[in-house]
């Protein structure tokens, strides 16, 4: 990344322990009303086929939520978007329950759990739902899943001049992998960017390369949320979004590079 990426932030979705959408977060993060910490609550797929509906998993539930807030936040078209998605690995409860077969007796694997385990499932499933014929990018890079997923969705609308839905999100493990990848619920964001300034642009944003030090929340809860959830790396940013404040934060990336996020509200 040699130049600076701009575009435009038309419609943000969101959703965490405690956090079940984003107009909920922007409170959080305003200051308006304290976190409490709850498990994540997902809601039912709807716009799924029934079959598909009976089969998603928690990440489809999830990736669905908030692709779909972010989409209605703007008003866009879901089945025209080009869509980026990005986790640090999908989905745990599914790999739990394909390790545990592997490892007894029996060892046939259903279809619906191996079609489940690849990483781009939760992509599939979007297309599927929402019958999007757009380029559908599918990232993993560890603790830095958002930053590369922000990266690429923001290269799709600098050089394709293309609206693009960035998901951000991230699984919990079972024991006894939660013990070496400690992720402790779902939770996702979803981005929607665009190429032009509109009536519904919320921001501009700007992302370049930095060393600074990755910014801190004061509050413990988000702060917690921050450092314990990949996709969730993104909450300096959000912040910023939900008290309409310009200004520059950095978020981790890859070692030593972080990224440096300028925001300019409309």
């Not at 976190?35 to 086929?49: H, R």
């Not at 394709?160 to 006894?176: F, G, K, N, R, V």
Request: proline share 9%.
């Amino acid at each position: 990344m040699s130049k600076p990426l701009t575009a435009w932030i038309e419609g943000i979705g969101f959703l965490a322990p405690g956090l079940p959408d984003w107009p909920t977060a922007r409170a959080v993060l305003r200051g308006e009303q304290a976190y409490e910490n709850a498990p994540s609550v997902l809601p039912a797929p709807a716009i799924l086929p029934p079959a598909e509906r009976r089969r998603a998993s928690r990440v489809v539930k999830l990736t669905l939520a908030v692709g779909l807030e972010a989409a209605t936040h703007a008003g866009a078209d879901v089945a025209l978007l080009a869509t980026v998605f990005s986790a640090s690995g999908a989905d745990g409860h599914n790999c739990h329950a394909l390790c545990e077969q592997l490892a007894s007796e029996d060892r046939q694997i259903s279809p619906t759990r191996f079609h489940n385990s690849v990483h781009n499932a939760a992509a599939g499933y979007w297309g599927i739902a929402t019958g999007a014929m757009a380029p559908c990018q599918v990232l993993c890079a560890y603790d830095a899943s958002f930053g590369a997923g922000l990266i690429d969705a923001l290269g799709q609308v600098v050089l394709d001049q293309q609206t693009t839905l960035l998901i951000a999100y991230d699984s919990e493990y079972p024991e006894p992998l939660f013990a070496k990848r400690p992720v402790p619920d779902v939770a996702g964001i979803g981005l929607l960017l665009t190429p032009q300034r509109s009536e519904r642009s919320l921001a501009q944003i700007t992302v370049t390369p930095s060393t600074a030090n990755a910014d801190m929340l004061a509050d413990d809860g988000p702060e917690t949320l921050r450092t314990a959830i990949p996709a969730l790396r993104a909450l300096p940013l959000l912040r910023k979004l939900a008290l309409v404040e310009g200004g520059e934060v950095y978020l981790d990336y890859l070692p030593p590079m972080q990224l440096s996020v300028a925001i300019q509200p409309c």
